[in-house]
């Protein structure tokens, strides 16, 4: 069966909308027996922090969520993130760009978004410079990042929670100006060389798998299954961030709240648990169905984050 990860970033500590999405990861592995990796993904040195790294594995074992095998670290797969970056450049399908982030939201903004196209595509300025223009921007100093020639076209999947979904795809990014194998690239390959059969994650970046499809494509890679699920929102409507309140388990736990009542409320808000029962996560495994799973977001409860 299909092995299943959860790739969080260790840039902040876990908050409960992060915690849910990655129980439904674990419930999708687990109901068909199939392995639970977990990635962390530190490619930003400035924004990683070891400490988060911490939290997150501790948060996660605090709800009963295992995982098999040891933990794989973005940052240590520079070298097979470089050998994917050469595949691409032997397909001629990518170009530099010397595009500045001013100038790039700037043409975004004025050019028609086309439909489902990742906010702020790249309108393909330096698609076809000409050498005598590239090595002018190089003179000036500039340090181009490389871009997959996307050119707009059309690429569609059917996901396990939102059906039927085509995106357009831009000419987007695959290394940054300073070198750094850019999000993208990098999340393809690892997840291919894991062995990745099932990516379920939240549904703002549903937009983003259109790219990541592609280029599973222009490497040669065989492309896993796809689960996106609605994102937690706070009782005002708002997509959840720390600033919201008591949203993750320190801040929980301050107001007298365990990880089992919390475990408890993500159980009853997947349907899986009624109201004041006491579950562990290995109890949902068997009351998991992911053809249940709803499109629309879960809208977590005012006294969550009301203060006690």
Not at 50 to 77: C, K, N, T
């Amino acid at each position: 069966m299909p092995d299943g990860r959860f790739a969080p970033s260790p840039s902040a500590g876990l908050h409960l909308g992060n915690l849910r999405t990655a129980l439904i990861a674990w419930l999708f592995a687990r109901s068909t027996e199939s392995r639970f990796l977990v990635r962390i993904e530190d490619l930003d040195p400035v924004s990683s922090r070891a400490e988060h790294v911490e939290s997150i594995l501790a948060d996660l074992a605090s709800l009963g969520i295992d995982h098999d095998g040891p933990i794989m670290f973005q940052s240590e797969r520079r070298e097979a993130h470089e050998r994917a970056l050469a595949a691409l450049l032997a397909t001629g399908e990518t170009y530099s760009c010397f595009c500045t982030r001013k100038e790039i939201l700037a043409e975004a903004e004025a050019a028609p978004r086309a439909p489902h196209a990742p906010a702020f595509a790249y309108t393909g300025t330096c698609r076809d410079l000409s050498t005598r223009d590239r090595n002018e921007r190089e003179a000036a100093g500039r340090r181009p990042t490389l871009r997959v020639r996307g050119e707009g076209h059309s690429f569609g999947f059917v996901d396990d929670v939102m059906g039927a979904y085509e995106g357009t795809i831009d000419d987007f990014v695959v290394r940054r100006a300073d070198g750094v194998p850019a999000y993208n690239l990098a999340v393809v390959v690892d997840d291919h060389d894991q062995g990745i059969g099932q990516v379920v994650r939240g549904d703002d970046l549903l937009e983003t798998t259109p790219r990541q499809l592609f280029l599973s494509e222009l490497l040669g890679f065989a492309p896993p299954q796809y689960a996106h699920v609605p994102l937690v929102l706070d009782s005002s409507g708002e997509r959840l961030a720390k600033r919201h309140g008591a949203v993750t388990l320190d801040d929980q736990s301050a107001v007298g709240r365990t990880p089992k009542d919390v475990l408890a409320l993500f159980a009853v808000s997947l349907g899986l648990a009624d109201e004041g029962e006491t579950v562990r996560a290995i109890d949902l495994i068997e009351r998991f169905d992911p053809a249940a799973l709803g499109r629309q977001p879960w809208v977590m409860p005012a006294w969550i984050t009301a203060a006690q």
